[in-house]
């Protein structure tokens, strides 16, 4: 078949199943607009290209398949920058397209050119800058292919004007060959069986479970695991889901905002069971205090995560999830330790020191107290996703998701501004679910236009700021370790966020006391179409247990 | 602790770009490096060294792997091996001098490469040892200029560093 290279992108799209896109058009894509205009592909615009790789970001965490992005070349392309590093450090598989100037002109510093494969190389999976027309079905399959598979992550094709109008041959493959990339999908069986030999002498097991069990759809085993073997189990922020946080033995997030009972339970464990996680400085504190007691199994999809930041005694390279059958097929309850006496200690932890925050009635409004409203009024159903800063801290610990794929954050890069394209992108997966967007007053700011995106689709994003005038971790940091001076973390002069969402044409409610709360959550969810709630809380409200950065997780001010 | 890595990879356009930058952005240090064809069309020879622990050489060789078009990355310090760099030295050469400088560079089993009025480019290869000593030979002479290859190497014996996973 004889097809142009647009016509070949389309035919990609579809073989692969993509049922929407987010983008913006310009000069280097007009030809593939072009195309997807005929073709009637479901394509979202977003304000923004950044909105647009968060909302693909957002589209892959809440559905488990790649998001698709497509920007122009030179700022369109740089412009989706922060959301092609998102995606990287949370291993989330986004496909990317730009455009880029025409074949003849690449290097030659021509209009709307930048180096978008060089740049985006230490933030991609992997990336393609095509240049025959004969290569790019095959790119094509390989790029989904590579985003997909192993540990996940973006792929970019940048696609020359030129190529887009190209005729070449098109089949789409049936499958690649790459002798260069093959992920290891099952564990050493040794290593395995070491693995349960380890479990079943183990005092005092603990699972720390992180991302990956999210990725690989390990949820279930992980939890029989748990049950099974009676381990206490302790997810990061984006594990988070991995197992119900109303279960019994979810101890809550571990780290510098972890529960009392998580960090204890890490510092005290003998057996640490780490699956899917990467021992991020923010789970870890100081490394060479973290988990002092404990010998280690490390399961990972990525061999490089292993070993990385700390010694795995019982290293296991493979798919989570086939790793943990593995493991439970080696484990039945019958012959293993009793762990008995430890779960009772980490649970008695665990009630004796909950997260905490007092609610005055008539008084000032908690932002702990609308999460945990939004909580009770969702009945934890709802898809959360979430900014960076305070807020994020707080939707994790009190917004308790059951499922996995229900929270979604940025963890490891941390951006601002995530939440709300994110949120549209999760909407798009799931129109009939209830999304609700957790948001910073700073970080909404940040990609507050996709209002627009929201209300011109119809997407019934409701957006709740926790609004306490300030870059409210900034402050916290400052007022914890720099004397008090909140040096630029003010947001004084900030919009009216009601009045913003009407002048998009969005429904706004304020809300500022907490008995308003429960009557304001309830009219938002059940006002149709995108809804903003301007939640003025405590501006100076901070997030607690906090950890100093590179100190023992145990020491945790406000733990007590 | 200096390592010698050998780095298959596929000959694409960028795959030096995605090895030496993987190299800066993870804050690993290259000493040395040279590329060059192998046997088989489209595979390229990388040879690299490092100076870096044991654990991070473990992690580099892993990050390594992770590139696409990275083929096998093999460790080939403890390895027995043999080890070459080519270099071209300009030496200033008076007429007075030039035989002195002849016979030093038959000492090292160099070549005159080329000769002006007043220098000479000389041919070099070896070790690393063997490349300081014959510079510092030549000091005494004056040196204009020098260019060097980087080391590039092969293990010892009918052993070689391509495994047959990769090749299929
Ligand atoms: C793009 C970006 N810039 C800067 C930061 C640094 N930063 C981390 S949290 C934070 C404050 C966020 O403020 P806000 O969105 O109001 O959330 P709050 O902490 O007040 O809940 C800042 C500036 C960041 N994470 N991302
Ligand atoms: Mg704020």
Redesign the interface.
């Known amino acids: 078949m004889r097809l142009t290279g647009a016509q070949m992108v389309l035919a990609c799209l579809e073989a692969e199943n993509v049922e929407v896109i987010f983008g913006f058009p310009g000069g280097a894509v007009l030809t593939l607009y072009d195309e997807i205009f005929k073709k009637g592909i479901r394509h979202i615009l977003t304000r923004h290209e950044q909105g647009a790789a968060h909302a693909a970001d957002g589209y892959a965490r809440a559905s488990g398949k790649p998001g698709v992005v497509i920007a122009t070349s030179g700022p369109g392309a740089t412009n989706l920058v922060t959301g092609i590093a998102t995606a990287y450090m949370d291993s989330i598989p986004i496909v990317a397209i730009t455009g880029q100037v025409a074949t003849p002109l690449i290097g030659t510093d021509a209009f709307q050119e930048a180096d978008i ?2 740049i985006t ?2 933030i991609t ?2 990336n393609y ?1 095509v240049k025959d027309i004969n290569e790019l079905p095959y790119v094509l399959k390989e790029a989904f292919h ?1 985003a997909c598979t192993g540990r996940k992550g973006p792929v970019l094709i940048d696609l020359p004007k030129d190529l887009q109008v190209q005729e070449g041959e098109f089949a789409y493959p049936a499958q690649v060959e ?4 093959r992920p290891t999908y099952e564990g050493h069986t040794g290593q395995i069986t070491r693995a349960a030999n380890a479990i079943k002498k183990a005092k005092r097991p603990l699972l720390y479970t992180g991302g990956g069990v999210i990725s690989s759809g390990a949820h279930e085993e992980l939890l029989e695991l748990s049950r099974r073997v009676s381990i206490p189990v302790t997810t990061t922020l984006t594990g988070m889901g991995g197992v119900p946080c109303d279960y019994d033995f979810f101890l809550g997030m571990p780290g510098m905002h972890g529960t009392y009972a998580a960090n204890n339970a890490i510092n005290e464990s003998d057996l640490l069971i780490a699956v899917g996680v990467r021992f991020d400085d923010r789970v870890t504190g100081k490394l060479e205090t973290f988990a002092p007691q404990a010998q280690i199994i490390h399961i990972d999809i ?3 995560e292993i ?2 930041n700390v010694v795995a005694h019982i290293p296991i390279v493979g798919d989570v999830r086939l790793v943990l059958k593995e493991l439970l097929k080696r484990l039945q309850s019958a012959e293993t330790h009793d762990t008995r006496e430890w779960c009772a200690k980490v649970l008695e932890w665990k009630t004796a020191k909950p997260l905490r925050y007092r609610q005055e009635p008539g008084s000032c409004l908690k932002p702990q107290f609308v999460i945990e409203e939004l909580y009770r009024l969702t009945r934890g159903e709802a898809i959360v996703t979430t900014d960076v800063g305070q807020h994020q801290m707080w939707a994790a610990q009190y917004y308790r998701v059951k499922r996995p794929r229900a929270l979604i954050s940025s963890g490891g890069l941390g951006t601002m501004g995530f939440g709300f394209p994110a949120a549209i992108g999760a909407q798009m997966a799931f129109p009939e679910k209830q999304v609700i967007c957790i948001a910073g007053d700073g970080s909404f700011q940040m990609n507050s236009q996709e209002l627009a995106t929201a209300v011109c689709y119809n997407i019934p994003v409701k957006v709740a700021i926790i609004n306490n005038q300030y870059l409210g971790m900034v402050r916290q940091w400052q007022k914890f370790f720099y004397g008090g001076r909140y040096a630029h973390s003010s947001l004084a002069g900030s919009p009216d966020f009601v009045k913003l969402a009407e002048a998009y044409g969005a429904r706004g409610f304020r809300v500022t006391r907490p008995e308003e709360t429960a009557a304001a959550i309830d009219t938002a969810l059940n006002t149709p179409g995108p809804v903003v709630i301007d939640f003025q809380v405590d501006p100076e409200e901070n997030v607690l247990p906090m950890v100093a950065p590179n100190t023992s997780i145990v020491e945790m001010i406000g733990g007590e | 602790m200096k390592r010698m890595l050998a780095i298959l990879v ?1 000959d694409r ?2 795959v030096l ?2 090895v030496s ?2 190299f800066s ?1 993870r804050g690993y240090n290259i000493q040395n490096i040279a590329v060059g064809r192998t046997m088989e069309p489209g595979i390229s020879r990388m040879t690299v060294t490092v100076e870096a622990d044991p ?1 991070t050489v ?2 580099i060789v ?2 390594l ?7 096998k990355v093999s460790d080939m310090t403890d390895e027995p091996s043999v080890g070459r760099e080519l270099m071209l030295v300009k030496v200033k050469a008076e007429p007075g001098r030039r035989s002195e400088i002849q016979q030093m560079a038959a000492t090292f089993r160099a070549k005159i490469i080329d000769l002006s009025p007043d220098s000479m480019i000389i041919e070099v290869t070896g070790d690393e040892q063997k490349l300081q000593a014959f510079l510092m030979m030549m000091q005494e002479f004056g040196i204009k200029e020098i260019a060097s290859t980087g080391k590039i190497s092969l293990l010892r014996g009918s052993k070689i560093t391509r495994d047959a996973k ?3």
């Open positions: 494969t060089g190389m230490p999976k992997h800058l590579v790459m002798s260069t990339y990525d061999p490089a070993g990385k | 596929e356009p960028g770009t995605r930058g993987l952005r654990l473990e992690q892993k990050q792997n992770k590139l696409v078009n990275v083929l990769a090749l299929s």
